[in-house]
């Protein structure tokens, strides 16, 4: 797997590049040679983040992030998570008989697998796309107390999901 290391307002040194190339060695048990992970550290006061992305062939991603007291100890627990995800992919693939994915299921032993129950859909809800601003977005996910808000830009009339962020600010996807 190509490893991809990033550093958000910090230099990543070469000692902690080695730690972290060293550590994902252990999930290339489960992927294919091709596969890319972008690796992210940053810091958020005295915490270190580390965030992990996974793009699989098949249009999967497998996302982990983590915020810690020091980035070895989030490192283990971000491959902890995205091993979980691999899991749970395998078995959702295995009962869907898709293929064209790149998880190697034969590095999993039978016990590994997870009992988990396919997500339900539980509501479904029919909206009116309404044009506004992001601004007018976000006030209108506040006043409705969501985490998230789907409706129209004004200005090209296009889709657009604004959604609250762990940290409290707001984020912004704009599909192509």
Request: charged content about 40%; overall charge negative; hydrophobic content about 30%.
């Amino acid at each position: 797997m190509k490893l991809n290391i990033k550093g958000k307002n910090i230099n990543v040194y070469e000692s902690l590049k080695e730690e972290a190339k060293e550590k994902f060695d252990r999930l290339d048990k489960y992927f294919n040679k091709e596969e890319e992970m972008d690796l992210k550290f940053s810091t958020e006061g005295n915490f270190k983040k580390v965030e992990s992305t996974i793009f699989l062939k098949g249009g999967t991603i497998l996302r982990a992030e983590e915020v810690n007291e020091d980035f070895s100890t989030g490192i283990d627990k971000v491959i902890d998570a995205l091993v979980r995800q691999i899991r749970k992919q395998k078995t959702k693939l295995q009962r869907n008989r898709r293929s064209g994915e790149s998880i190697k299921f034969e590095s999993f032993d039978k016990v590994d697998e997870e009992k988990e129950d396919d997500p339900i859909i539980k509501r479904e809800k029919e909206i009116l796309l309404r044009p506004m601003s992001d601004e007018e977005a976000c006030m209108q996910m506040e006043l409705l107390n969501h985490d998230f808000f789907l409706y129209l830009d004004d200005q090209d009339m296009k889709t657009r999901l604004v959604y609250k962020r762990k940290d409290g600010h707001y984020g912004l996807i704009i599909p192509e």
